[in-house]
């Protein structure tokens, strides 16, 4: 009964590599959400995709590509894998409120280690 | 460019002794601040504040906010080891964007 459930947990891959995490929701939320968190725990916002339309793109190298098949899924694909991409990637997701900000359920995290 | 600072960034404390952790912000067009504990895996939702002055309280945490200050505080009475955990504070603005700022988070260890 996973509400947000990210796939794979843990992943070991040597730089230059290409590699995938997927993340799916079924709380039946519209907007979804992937962060990065670093070794000092500092939580930062990738992107952020609405009912599949992408509405936050931070400044993050275009090596970095999510990809939202429908409103239940979020994928993030990462090309050419450098060492500073090493972090733990949360996936999130939201309703859309009139008011009040969006309350974020986050996903367990996928480990990213590169070597 | 909003920005969050949370102090203590970290704290050790025994249990039953009360905590106070700070959240101070910068936003633009401030909408909501919220607060969320981080244990081994995901943040978890605690509290969203909005409205100055009003306290939110759950069990032995509790939350206030002040709007003119920009800052909210965090209180756990009464502390157990189980509340040992990053607490992080997170800030949204109403300029049509999702996302949550969030501070660095204090890291709480509560000793038996």
């Known amino acids: 009964d996973t509400a947000v459930s990210q796939t794979p947990k843990y992943l070991v891959t040597q730089m230059g590599n290409d590699k995938s995490i997927k993340c799916e929701q079924n709380l039946g939320h519209d907007t979804m959400y992937w962060y990065k968190q670093d070794s000092k725990k500092f939580l930062k916002i990738m992107f952020s995709y609405n009912n599949k339309e992408l509405i936050i793109n931070e400044t993050v190298p275009n090596r970095f590509s999510p990809k939202s098949p429908d409103k239940a899924h979020l994928n993030l694909h990462i090309n050419s894998l450098e060492l500073g991409d090493s972090a733990v990637y949360f996936c999130?997701?939201?309703?859309?409120?009139?008011?009040?900000?969006?309350?974020?359920?986050f996903g367990a995290g996928s480990r990213l280690t590169v070597l | 460019e909003d920005k969050v600072v949370q102090s203590p960034l970290s704290l050790v404390v025994h249990e039953g002794d009360t905590v106070t952790l700070n959240c101070s912000y910068e936003?633009?067009?401030?909408?909501?601040l919220l607060w969320y504990k981080q244990e081994k895996k995901a943040p978890t939702f605690l509290f969203m504040l909005?409205?100055?002055?009003i306290e939110k309280k759950s069990g032995r945490l509790s939350s206030i906010l002040d709007k003119k200050e920009l800052f909210s505080i965090l209180n756990i009475t009464a502390t157990q080891t189980g509340d040992s955990a990053v607490y992080l504070c997170?800030?949204?603005?109403?300029?049509?964007?999702?996302?949550?700022?969030f501070g660095k988070g204090t890291k709480l260890t509560v000793n038996p």
């Open positions: 999130a997701s939201s309703l859309r409120r009139a008011h009040g900000a969006n309350v974020l359920t």
């Open positions: 997170a800030v949204a603005d109403k300029g049509g964007s999702e996302k949550l700022v």
């Open positions: 936003v633009t067009n401030f909408r909501s």
């Open positions: 909005t409205s100055s002055g």
